[in-house]
């Protein structure tokens, strides 16, 4: 009994206490609010946002991406009057005019009736009308601000002025201590008239800070898809990449943000004294920007301030971790062959066209217009990117530029239906180099002929049948046929036959096998081919199916189809034609111009398979070297090396025999080997004659020099496939005059004998491209 009653008093004094101390967290501290704010003191942190790296050419001395000082009015939030205080209402009034924001009146119809005649006396003079029906908001200027703000104080049951810069405040919900920007990058003028009336407007400050601004992007739009650009940075965003410091936190910080951001994977820094970024700092939303987040942004500096009980700071502030600034980038890039090249493939997109208009009110009338194309430059020795262009193309200065906000409206979402159609063709924002996903066409053939002759399907003197196409019977009991591009009997070829006539029965017989054929006739060579998983497994040699690793945001590991992956996406089995389809280069398989460039680049140098690169090294704010970029590889090629020798002679027999006639030396002075593909794309299209046809990307893909490779180049003209042999005469000749322009090889004068005349012009480093959406 006597346990019990013990048990009983001591749940009863604990009750006491903690009421006792409820009472004193609700009651006595409010009421000693008042009378503590200067006695009582707190430490709190302020954090100082340093400057973001700069982007250099591959000079070292051309800026690419800059950070320029500006000026921006800030409030410090506990500084201000309290809310609820007229004298609050006043200041950020005040700041509006300043600042040169527009606030909003509001007009209640339901209580104007009564009082009609004098509300509409005292804003006649301010250019309003008031009658009824009528419009209940309206924009005030700044410098109508501070005298509508004295109207609601008399109307204050009719007119509500809304001030833009409180609702930033709500909405940011930053401490009394911390700042919170609302207008950025101000003149002088503007920031020396803050400065002096200061007394006028307590908690509003004057902040240094930084500006990004890409001051070649205008000249030079197709280094914009390089740099990226910045944004604010977003709640999720803030809540992913500050680190927690303890376990504990770090799952606090994802159960309260789940339900807006789902699941964020926090790091865990127990050390960490700052956070990585401030609520209203910007940060890389896309390319370098993105992709050297980490290197550009530097390292945020702290500053102690002590606080009263009201946040308010009581003494100025001491630095306790100073600012870094974010590190320097120096590219792979030369700005001039950079627009070189950019200037040449515009050639020949324009070349398309032209050939389109031409053919265009018969034939190919459904086309669309010929505007976009990709070309790539490799070292194949180290993997360095020398030039990376996708047209149309922007000037990212659109991001960053606040004048220019209606032009950004209309690359992002034009109002109007058709525009915005036109937008999702044109696709200026997006660097199709590394997020177009196409079918590759006929320049996949070589690696599957490296991957058959690896895994032992066929020997380099292989013969098969090639009849013209190649028929089958499908389990389905649906009949296929596949023919080759140029419906030819070519007889029993081997490998080096094969690529230099671009035979889509060889290729789809050595990745599908040929021994289900019914149109190859008697004492063929029978093979079972890669079928699909040897074949996705030589594809995955050269890196296709997955991202290059480049680091650029938003680069696509494009699409090595399965029987998984269409059983999942497709709710359908896979067939031996789908094993045709992709052996071609078509189907269901997508790649980007970097990965067919980069393995073209592993072949080049036979067998070594190069993270892309775009930086060559990272220096600091002073100049000084902090990481010089060693190539790095991503894997050996497990191909036998007398195979690659193989490979080139069919390859280079392509250009040497074949329809690549510009790209032979007698027409080039240059040395190249290389491979073309057509791709179909998009819908079905019936031409004047009832016949149905598909639009064609036309691709080559191509080294030089032969005996010693040092570049790979890529070019895809989007649409052109069937524009005269698009591949062959304008993807081709597009390769060749870049692999000139690198070279410093002028051709010769006048083209000998079998060459063709190709469109030139001269290509000054400043030649501009023309710019979707701008002005």
Known sequence: ?????????????????????????????????????????????????????????????????????????????????????????????????????????????????????????HLAPYGFIVSMPLSTSHIISPEQTLDILRLTTIYSDVLILDNPIEERLRRTNAPGYETVVVKEDVSSVVALAVRENTSYLPGVVIEEDYERRYPQSGNAPTISHLLGYLGRINSCELVAENPSRSWVESMRDMVSNVAECGVVQKDIAANSGAPLYRHDDRIGKDGLEGGYEDELRGTIGVQMVAVDARERPVSDPRTIQPVQEGHDLILTIDLTFQQQIAAILQRWIDESERRRQQLGSYRLAAYNPITNGVAVMMDVRDGRILAMVSLPAYDNNVWVDYARTDELQNLLSPADPATYEELMRLAPLTNRAIAGRYPSGSTLKQFVGAAALQQGIIRPDTRLRDPGQIVLQERSGQLFVLPNSVPVDNGAINISDALKVSSNVFFASIGGGNNEATNLGENFT????????????????????????????????????????????????????????????????????????????????????????????????????????????????????????????????????????????ECSGLSIIGKTGTAEFGPNIITPEGDITRQSHSWFVGFAPHENPEIAVVVLLEGTGDLGDGSATLAVPAVTQMMQAYFNVTPPTPPPFGCPTLPTGPLPGDLPVPIAGGN
Do not use: C
């Open 1 to 121: 009994m006597f346990r019990v009653l013990l048990l009983r008093l001591i749940l009863v004094l604990m009750l006491i206490v903690l009421a006792g101390r409820l009472y004193q967290l609700q009651l006595v501290r409010d009421e000693a609010e008042p009378y503590d704010d200067i006695a009582v003191t707190t430490t709190r942190y302020v954090l100082v946002t340093p400057r973001r790296g700069e982007v250099f050419a591959a000079d070292g001395t051309t800026v690419l991406a800059e950070s320029v000082p500006t000026l921006n009015i800030a409030v410090q939030p506990g500084r201000l009057p309290l809310e609820g205080d007229p004298q609050r209402a006043t200041v950020l009034g005040r700041l509006a005019q300043f600042a040169g924001i527009t606030t909003t009146l509001t007009i209640s119809p339901a209580l104007l009736a009564a009082r009609n005649a004098l509300v509409e006396q």
């Open 526 to 665: 029978s093979i079972n081919g890669l079928r699909i998983n040897g074949l996705a497994e030589g594809l995955g040699w050269f890196g296709f199916g997955q991202p290059t690793g480049i680091r650029l945001f938003g680069e696509s590991g494009g699409r090595v189809p399965s029987p998984y992956w269409k059983s999942h996406a497709l709710r359908e089995p896979w067939t031996t034609g789908d094993t045709y389809n992709t052996s071609i280069g078509q189907g269901y398989l997508e790649t980007t111009p970097l990965q067919l460039v980069n393995a073209m680049a592993a072949l080049a140098n036979r067998g070594t398979l190069y993270r892309p690169q775009l930086v060559q090294s990272i220096v600091n704010s002073n100049g000084e070297l902090v990481q010089n970029f060693q190539p790095e590889v991503i894997a050996q090629l497990p191909i036998d090396p007398v195979y690659y020798n193989v490979l080139f002679e069919g390859m280079r027999r392509s250009v040497t025999e074949g329809s690549n006639v510009a790209a032979r030396n």
